[in-house]
Structure formats: structure tokens, C-alpha cells
């Protein structure tokens, strides 16, 4: 995505992203991750196909709202968000699989 926005971020700030979409997925007592944990979750947001992968990228991560998205791709709001929906649906899934094993 490509705005007028400036959307760099520190490393500190993404550690912090990382951690809050973390905890989605990972029913832990407190707000300290593995880095085991966190880095399944990236695998498994990598291995999403490149719709649903975009989406949580760009929301969670770089801080786009639906709006900003659909006006720089002409991609309904609606869509945007049923795509982050499923998304989120099927890194639970992945996840609950990795934690059977």
C-alpha cells in the first residue's frame, strides 16, 4: 500500500504489533509470547494465499483502515474486511492444529 501516510515503524512499535496480534490466537496468562509462538503465527500468516495475507498486513501491521484500502484499490470495504474475517478464521485453525501437535 502506498499512501501519503508515513507508515514506517521502529522495531520496538512492530514487537508491539506482533505481540497484540499474538494474542488473537494464544490464550496465554500474560502479554509475554515465545518466540516459538509468535513465529508460527508468521509462518501461517505467510502461507495464506495473497488476499488474505495483504489484508492482515495492512490493517494489523501497517495500520490502514478499510476506507484507505478501498480508496487506493478500488476493493469494496466489505470485501476488505470479509477477506481479514476468513483470514483470521483460518490462522485460528492453524493454529489450533499446531497446538494438537
Not at 489484508?55 to 501497517?62: G, R
Not at 470495504?77 to 478464521?89: N, P
Request: net charge negative; charged share 35%.
Amino acid at each position: 500500500m502506498r499512501t501519503k501516510k508515513e507508515r514506517i515503524r521502529n522495531e520496538d512499535e512492530l514487537e508491539f504489533l506482533w505481540t497484540e496480534f499474538t494474542s488473537l490466537f494464544y490464550e496465554v496468562d500474560n502479554e509475554t509470547y515465545t518466540l516459538q509462538l509468535k513465529s508460527e503465527l508468521k509462518n501461517a500468516i505467510v502461507s495464506l494465499k495473497p488476499s488474505y495475507r495483504d489484508i492482515i498486513i495492512a490493517v494489523d501491521f501497517e495500520g490502514y483502515t478499510y476506507k484507505e484500502i478501498t480508496e487506493e484499490t478500488g476493493i469494496p470495504s466489505g470485501t476488505l474486511m470479509s477477506r481479514r474475517h476468513r483470514a483470521i478464521a483460518i490462522l485460528s485453525k492453524q493454529i489450533e492444529i499446531n497446538k494438537e501437535h
